[in-house]
């Protein structure tokens, strides 16, 4: 089965210091891997996505992850964290499991907390 | 334009009522999703439209009912709720369901937080 983990509750970060949320996912097939962002009774909102071609994928608001294979991970990153970054992150996978056709849906991971400190 | 608009903001009612939440967007997008969520938690499937018929219904019980009157909306009929489920609901759309190296990433409304007493 597709599944998604985010080994983290919380992550903490100094202003101005590079911040690292992870992902690592276990799927059946090839690997479509995508990270949302949620602020404070908000919708989730679009960050990047991994589908094919270059491991190191960059996205909205300065955000970028990178894609590793060998080690079934797919880590959010931003060189330099914002205050305002602080939300709550989300990793998921494409639930697209041989015979089962294009349902749409997502797996998601459990949520990593990022609390920005300044 | 990346909207995905959704009313009431917030709802409260009765488990005799019957209320209606809405979701709509601009973008020619064919497919639209209803999900469930809790307080930080990751949200939860509901149900999947694609060009405006039901693909995916997760098992939800009948006292929600869903409805795709057009290609840009999607609304969400509620009778008879329990206080379980009191959640924040969240629509959302892509260009389509398909896979693969077209794998459509999904956009979200604001939510409806709804309240059931």
Known sequence: AQSVAQPEDQVNVAEGNPLTVKCTYSVSGNPYLFWYVQYPNRGLQFLLKYITGDNLVKGSYGFEAEFNKSQTSFHLKKPSALVSDSALYFCAVRDDLPGSGNTGKLIFGQGTTLQVKP | ?117
């Open chain 2, 1 to 117: 334009d990346t909207e995905v608009t959704q009313t009431p903001k917030h709802l409260v009612m009765g488990m005799t009522n019957k209320k209606s939440l809405k979701c709509e967007q601009h973008m020619g997008h064919r497919a639209m999703y209803w999900y469930k969520q809790k307080a930080k938690k990751p949200p939860e499937l509901m149900f999947v439209y694609s060009y405006e018929k039901l693909s995916i219904n997760e098992s939800v019980p009948s006292r929600f009912s869903p409805e795709c009157p057009n290609s840009s909306l999607l609304n969400l009929h509620l009778h008879a709720l329990q206080p379980e489920d009191s959640a924040l609901y969240l629509c959302a759309s892509s260009r389509g369901l398909a896979g693969g190296k077209h794998s459509y990433e999904q956009y979200f409304g604001p939510g409806t937080r709804l309240t059931v007493t």
